[in-house]
């Protein structure tokens, strides 16, 4: 993995699986692509994590006499990246994963068939499920298995959904459930903000979002002239998403879908997030780290307040049955925090991972 600048490093973090715009940061495509969430306590945090992808060149394990059962379940976790993701950053001899420490602590607790997909950070999600399903493929053959679990944070989610779909990639034959995190299935009504006033007058808009551009290191103007860029957030935005993906994108059959919603700015989600499976914990709230609050206040307009994580609503996350809304920012819901230095971690994301692996395996995939 190449070097890359501390602020190149802290834009793609900050932002990485945004739904809309406020999670978009400088970083290149992967180098190589085939073109084309009662567990117990989180174990220590500095435990070391293991190399984040199993080679896909690596021997097949060899299968025990019944080949059906080394086919079966339990099937292979798959976590997919959002917007300007990626499997993991190295700025000097300081590693950042994506998914912080999720890999360790699943693999810690048995869970030791757990891969990460890396995928193009800046494009839309047909692209990005292409070149998933060529990683897949691979994470098939290296473990025998029939079937992978898909769990996808932000865009990730779309991404598995384009995977599934018949008038997608129509893998579903090959996906045993598709859980999402924080995905925006309605859009995200940040992205339609950056799109319109982009395109209205870029001067205003660099002055507006000041702040904001400096951390994705982009300019109105770029976002004007970069083309996947702007598929990518129109595709996530509320009229594109309604109008065009969701009515494109059924469910494969077969597949399980389930989701997640997380919140923030100090919002209990009474009544928005009371159709869980999982209970929602209102007592337990959480404080918006700084560079989302504007976006988090951008999205509760109106009444009644749309509760959000900063970059997605409850509402718009929630897809097939919806499991459950975490008190977590759209950056702690993997592990990402503190970055402006003034939030500290409340949100246990290991613990949330472990939950939802369970919840997997608990339906008996």
Same mark, same amino acid.
């Given at each position: 993995?190449?070097?890359?600048?501390?602020?190149?490093?802290?834009?793609?973090?900050?932002?990485?699986?945004? @739904?809309?715009?406020? /999670?978009?940061?400088?970083?290149?495509?992967?180098? #190589?692509?085939?073109?084309?969430?009662?567990?117990?306590?989180?174990?220590?945090?500095?435990?070391?994590?293991?190399?984040?992808?199993?080679?896909?060149?690596?021997?097949?394990?060899?299968?025990?006499?019944?080949?059906?059962?080394?086919?079966?379940?339990?099937?292979?976790?798959?976590?997919?990246?959002?917007?300007?993701?990626?499997?993991?950053?190295?700025?000097?001899?300081?590693?950042?994963?994506?998914?912080?420490?999720?890999?360790?602590?699943?693999?810690?607790?048995?869970?030791?068939?757990?891969?990460?997909?890396?995928?193009?950070?800046?494009?839309?999600?047909?692209?990005?499920?292409? #070149?998933? $399903?060529?990683?897949?493929?691979?994470?098939?053959?290296?473990?025998?298995?029939?079937?992978?679990?898909?769990?996808?944070?932000?865009?990730?989610? +779309?991404?598995?959904?384009?995977?599934?779909?018949?008038? /997608?990639?129509?893998?579903?034959? $090959?996906?045993?459930?598709?859980?999402?995190?924080?995905?925006?299935?309605?859009?995200?009504?940040?992205?339609?903000?950056?799109?319109?006033?982009?395109?209205?007058?870029?001067?205003?808009?660099?002055?507006? @979002?000041? @702040?904001? +551009?400096?951390?994705?290191?982009?300019?109105?103007?770029?976002?004007?002239?970069?083309?996947?860029?702007?598929?990518?957030?129109?595709?996530?935005? #509320?009229?594109?998403?309604?109008?065009?993906?969701?009515?494109?994108?059924?469910?494969?059959?077969?597949?399980?879908?389930?989701?997640?919603?997380?919140?923030?700015?100090?919002?209990?989600?009474?009544?928005?997030?009371?159709?869980?499976?999982?209970?929602?914990?209102?007592?337990?709230?959480?404080?918006?780290?700084?560079?989302?609050?504007?976006?988090?206040?951008?999205?509760?307009? /109106?009444?009644?307040?749309?509760?959000?994580?900063?970059?997605? @609503?409850?509402?718009?996350?929630?897809?097939?049955?919806?499991?459950?809304?975490?008190?977590?920012?759209?950056?702690? #819901?993997?592990?990402?925090?503190?970055?402006?230095?003034?939030?500290?971690?409340?949100?246990?994301?290991?613990?949330?991972?472990?939950?939802?692996?369970?919840?997997?395996?608990?339906?008996?995939?």
């Amino acid at each position: 993995m190449p070097k890359r600048s501390l602020l190149t490093l802290f834009t793609r973090t900050l932002f990485a699986g945004l @739904t809309g715009f406020a /999670g978009a940061a400088c970083g290149s495509p992967p180098e #190589e692509v085939a073109t084309p969430e009662v567990v117990t306590d989180a174990g220590p945090r500095d435990a070391p994590s293991p190399p984040l992808v199993p080679s896909p060149e690596a021997t097949p394990p060899t299968p025990p006499d019944n080949l059906e059962r080394a086919l079966g379940a339990p099937y292979p976790i798959v976590l997919m990246h959002g917007m300007a993701g990626f499997e993991q950053l190295t700025v000097g001899t300081i590693g950042v994963e994506y998914w912080a420490g999720v890999r360790a602590e699943l693999a810690r607790v048995g869970e030791d068939q757990v891969f990460v997909t890396e995928v193009s950070p800046y494009e839309t999600s047909e692209v990005r499920a292409r #070149e998933a $399903k060529a990683q897949i493929d691979k994470i098939l053959a290296a473990t025998g298995k029939k079937k992978v679990a898909l769990v996808g944070h932000s865009q990730g989610g +779309l991404d598995a959904r384009v995977l599934a779909s018949p008038a /997608g990639l129509d893998y579903g034959a $090959k996906i045993a459930s598709v859980t999402t995190i924080s995905t925006p299935h309605r859009g995200s009504y940040i992205a339609d903000v950056v799109m319109r006033l982009a395109s209205s007058s870029p001067d205003t808009f660099d002055k507006a @979002t000041s @702040t904001l +551009l400096k951390l994705l290191q982009r300019t109105a103007y770029q976002l004007q002239g970069d083309a996947n860029l702007r598929a990518q957030l129109e595709q996530i935005s #509320e009229k594109y998403m309604r109008e065009v993906f969701n009515p494109k994108y059924a469910d494969a059959p077969g597949v399980l879908y389930e989701s997640y919603a997380g919140r923030t700015n100090l919002r209990a989600g009474l009544g928005v997030c009371d159709d869980g499976i999982y209970p929602n914990e209102p007592s337990k709230l959480d404080s918006a780290q700084s560079f989302l609050l504007p976006s988090a206040i951008i999205l509760e307009r /109106g009444l009644p307040v749309r509760v959000n994580d900063g970059l997605v @609503t409850v509402e718009s996350a929630k897809w097939g049955t919806f499991m459950q809304c975490v008190p977590a920012d759209h950056m702690k #819901e993997v592990g990402q925090l503190n970055i402006d230095g003034t939030n500290l971690q409340t949100f246990d994301h290991k613990k949330f991972y472990r939950q939802i692996v369970e919840r997997i395996r608990q339906r008996g995939f």
